[in-house]
């Protein structure tokens, strides 16, 4: 892959969007190179965490690529756009936890890639808008669905309608990252994080996200038999009696064997 380089050290995988001289901008080969590394990473089974950023120290990624949607006609728009939502959708419900690194510019396609991702880190480079009505268009891969849902509507149309991009601390004001920290310190505490989740059964992990993304597109009712289903599948697992058998003999330090 020419775009996106791909990492492992331990249970962690890194997935790096390595594009720095045009800002880590989302092209088609971007795009398809990403969702070839998510199929990478899917199919080893010794990963129980995954790490997204952008290559350099001013941007995660600045948007989609301007110059190739420019002369897009509605039905190239729309292929465009359908793809672009069926990778982050991938990121969404993908099998392990997946950490948003961001190292400066989410714009665009790069804040609705970090949107896509379970837990978002932000350097305090860190800038985040949805800017695609000041270029005559709509976000186009989830920005007007997770925007709202993550910091809510109200927010989320105001940072929609009006174009203008918000700094790391008001992203974390609002919601839209968990923690802001100095730029050094980002892969670091994205690490720390991951090792922290992999060292967790695997399949519980799995289970649990399972649970919260299908509970949120229902009723509580209906989300609550989410929940008992996926609680009670973790008891067909090895880990489950592991897991409880060490909390009684008092072992702390524990080895999953995702099975």
């Known amino acids: 892959m020419e775009t996106i380089l791909v990492n492992y050290e331990g249970h962690v995988a890194t997935i790096t969007i390595n594009r ?44 989609a690529d301007i110059a190739e949607m420019k002369d897009k006609n509605v ?15 991938r990121i969404e419900t993908f099998r392990c936890p997946v950490i948003a690194a961001v190292n400066g510019f989410a714009l665009g396609g790069g804040c609705e890639l970090a949107m896509s991702c379970d837990i978002r880190l932000a350097s305090e480079n860190a800038v985040f808008g949805q800017p695609e ?54 892969m670091p505490t994205a690490m720390k994080m991951a090792n922290g989740i992999a060292a967790n059964a695997p399949i519980a992990v799995a289970n649990a ?15 609550v038999a989410i929940e008992v289903e996926e609680f009670s599948n973790c008891f067909a697992t090895e880990d489950q009696t592991y897991g409880m058998t060490c909390f009684l003999d008092k072992v702390k330090e524990k080895s999953f064997s995702n099975k």
């Open 20 to 63: 720095p001289k045009a800002l880590n901008a989302l092209s088609t080969q971007v795009l398809t190179e990403l969702n070839e590394a998510l199929t990478e990473v899917e199919n080893n089974k010794e990963v129980y965490a995954l790490i997204i950023t952008g290559a350099g120290e001013k941007s995660f990624v600045a948007g």
């Open 209 to 223: 996200k399972k649970a919260i993304n299908n509970g949120l597109q229902t009723d509580i009712e209906s989300g």
């Open 75 to 89: 039905e190239e728009a729309a292929v465009y756009g359908k793809f672009g939502n069926e990778v982050f959708r």
């Open 133 to 186: 009505v000041g270029l005559g268009i709509t976000p186009g891969f989830g920005g007007t669905q997770r925007l709202a849902r993550t910091v809510g509507v109200g927010i989320a149309k105001e940072m929609i309608y009006t174009a203008r991009n918000i700094k790391a601390p008001r992203a974390a004001e609002i919601g839209l990252v968990n923690r802001v920290v100095a730029l050094e310190e980002l």
